[in-house]
């Protein structure tokens, strides 16, 4: 690696230095800038008076954003590790609401996905340890999905046969008017949100929606300890804690070679 493409590289990827610190807080700056102006944006008074400026500025970080990027994947050790990490998909997700703006009307708010990127204030905080334990959740998330779905998959089946019964039971005329509304009042039900905008009327209807509320708590409980015993799972698993030189991350795969955080050949 050239001297040039290792100095862009300590700047971009480490914090170690001042130039790197200064490079991930303007970073940050930016990225705010960038929400604060899609935000301003949704406020008709405000974007009618100020149009030009937003679309200037928006092409403005949008660039600098892109240039950003090309330099993370010319300076990375391993570019196939950066760009489909984490990071580097947010990075490129982040760009591509503005040129798709170019060809689809309104789709430059899709630009909101760069608030993910404020997630490098851990590292430039050097709070990297927390982002370790965001990705143990998310493959906890991820072992459980499975009973997570069948779960789910069942609770869709109560949904629909308590709806078409509370329809049978209640009719039109209490509010039910169709299968598919009963079956709307049946989820809002079962998950404890209650707009109450139908209600059963019937003793027999009430019955059956005291049974629904019980069975309510369930759809919270199962799920969290799922979620519990994936985590206590993955805090069982060994992984490689080896210490990036350029980031600072201790939390990669087991066996690792690079870095999950940035793509540097991981020592040692």
Known sequence: ?????????????????????????????????????????????IYSKWANLFFQLDWIITGLFTIEYMLRIWTSDEKKSYVFSFYGLIDLFSILPT????????????????????????????LVQFMGEASKLSAALKTSSRKIFVFLFFVII????????????????NGFTSIPRSIYWAIVTLTTVGYGD??????????LAMVLMIMGYGVIAVPTGLVTAG???????PTNKLKCLQCGSKDHKKNANFCDQCGTQLAG
């Not at 139908?198 to 019955?207: C, K, R, S, V, Y």
């Not at 985590?231 to 698993?237: D, F, G, L, V, Y």
């Open 1 to 45: 690696m050239s001297s040039t493409k290792q100095k862009i590289h300590r700047i971009i990827f480490g914090v170690g230095t001042p130039a790197g610190r200064a490079f991930d807080i303007v970073l940050l700056i930016l990225i705010m800038a960038s929400i604060t102006i899609l935000m301003l944006e949704s406020v008709e008074g």
């Open 99 to 126: 040129y798709l703006s170019i060809f689809i009307m309104g789709s430059q708010t899709l630009a909101v996905i760069r608030v993910l990127r404020l997630l490098r204030v851990f590292r430039v905080l050097k």
């Open 158 to 173: 109560v949904s629909v046969f308590i709806g078409t019964l509370m329809f049978v039971i209640e009719g039109r005329v």
């Open 198 to 207: 139908i209600a059963p009327q019937t003793t027999l209807g009430q019955l």
């Open 231 to 237: 985590i206590i799972q993955e805090q069982n698993k």
